[in-house]
């Protein structure tokens, strides 16, 4: 399968894409769902700043391997040296980069960061430029909104995303205010009509055949599945609900790749919802440490984590960044936009 995200994107088959999801969309996990037909895996949203300034950010919040493509990093990010600062360090080992501006926790809004930047979509395009101008083609740089109130307004800022060239865009379409309910469709079929690069709709999708609904009827190029994914991490294989063979990977998996018990054992927690019993899950999703959970998943379904020499080549490979003085390198964004004619040769470089 091909890893440039383009390519994909840009085929007539729906791209099924596995959400960012902070704790969970992990190595571990990114490794489990590639085997069950997801084309591309996004890392949970990492903070650009803590990223590029710290090697303990860098190493607790990013691992991957060689089977780990195509794979975007996102990140949270509010400055846009920042951004491509850290983007740089991380391109050796992924596609692509995407920035979050649709998270509406308060700690991220209050920060200036997620859904908070959809106010101001000259500071995202900044954003966004200062990556495509620092790294070439196909390396992606990306964006995922959530929708505003006014639709119209989210499409002037995909728009003014596509002038920056931005290289797809993912529309999470519900509001910041917005929950579980369903997705606005028509203000996701609007955005569709208004600007053409690849879109990738997310929200709502339980099922395969609703993951194939949502791609025809808002003829976006991809599709992104985030909690189904949790409860179902095979759903791209058209499982209706966990099959076993997940689970006994997922044991494998998370033996061979560093993973915490609480992340571990609350996968399974989700992958179980659907397939284990009431009663039977109100002991399980109680209990308090991985002998006792591995007790239970083999005196329930016969099933323990096993040594697996297919699995070797899933260890984490060794990042080594390049972390040099990146004060040096940074250009004044404000030249380069006030100049046309300096924009178009910068542009030029990259899309030919
Ligand atoms: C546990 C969890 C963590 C999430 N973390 C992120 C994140 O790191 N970045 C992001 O852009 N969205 C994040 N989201 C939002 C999802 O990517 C997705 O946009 C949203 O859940 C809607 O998709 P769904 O209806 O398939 O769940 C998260 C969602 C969940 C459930």
């Known amino acids: 399968m091909s890893t440039d995200i383009l390519e994909l994107l840009n085929s007539p088959e729906m791209t099924k894409v596995c959400a960012p999801m902070v704790r969970y969309s992990k190595l571990a996990f990114r490794t489990l769902v590639r085997r069950y037909n997801c084309d591309v895996c996004f890392t949970p949203m990492i903070v650009a700043d803590s990223f590029v300034k710290a090697k303990e950010a860098r190493d607790n919040e990013f691992s991957t391997n060689v089977g780990d493509k195509p794979l975007i990093v996102q990140f949270a990010a509010k400055n846009p040296d920042e951004f491509a600062d850290a983007a740089e360090l991380v391109a050796p080992y992924c596609n692509g980069v995407d920035l979050n501006c649709g998270c509406p926790q308060s700690w991220v809004m209050s920060d200036g960061y997620g859904a908070r930047l959809l106010e101001n979509p000259q500071l995202v395009k900044d954003l966004v430029l200062q990556v495509r101008n620092r790294i070439p083609a196909p390396f992606t740089v990306s964006v995922k909104i959530r929708l505003l109130n006014d ?25 910041p205010q917005m929950r579980k309910e369903p997705i606005n469709m028509e203000g996701l079929k609007l955005i569709r009509d208004c600007v053409d690069v690849p879109l990738i709709a997310n929200g709502n999708v339980r099922s395969l055949e609703d ?69 039977e899950r109100l002991v399980f999703n109680v209990l308090k440490d991985s002998q006792s959970v591995y007790d239970f998943i083999e005196s329930y379904y016969n099933l323990k984590p096993r040594a697996r020499s297919d699995l070797d080549f899933i260890k984490p490979i060794d990042c080594d960044y390049y972390v040099k003085n990146f004060d040096k390198k940074r250009k004044s964004l404000d030249v380069l936009m006030d100049d046309p004619d300096t924009n178009e040769s910068f542009f030029s470089g990259f899309f030919n």
């Open 211 to 279: 993951a194939e609904a949502l791609h025809k009827e808002s003829k976006c190029q991809g599709v992104m599945v985030a909690s189904a994914m949790l409860k179902n991490p095979a759903i791209f294989s058209g499982a209706p609900v966990t099959p076993l063979s997940c689970v006994q990977d997922w044991l494998d998996i998370s033996s061979a790749i560093p993973t915490k018990f609480l992340v571990m054992y609350q996968h399974l927690v989700f992958m179980l919802e659907k397939i284990l019993p009431y009663e």
């Open 151 to 175: 639709v119209k307004k989210s499409v002037n800022f995909c728009r003014t995303m596509e002038q920056a060239g931005v290289s797809f865009l993912t529309v999470h379409a519900r509001t």
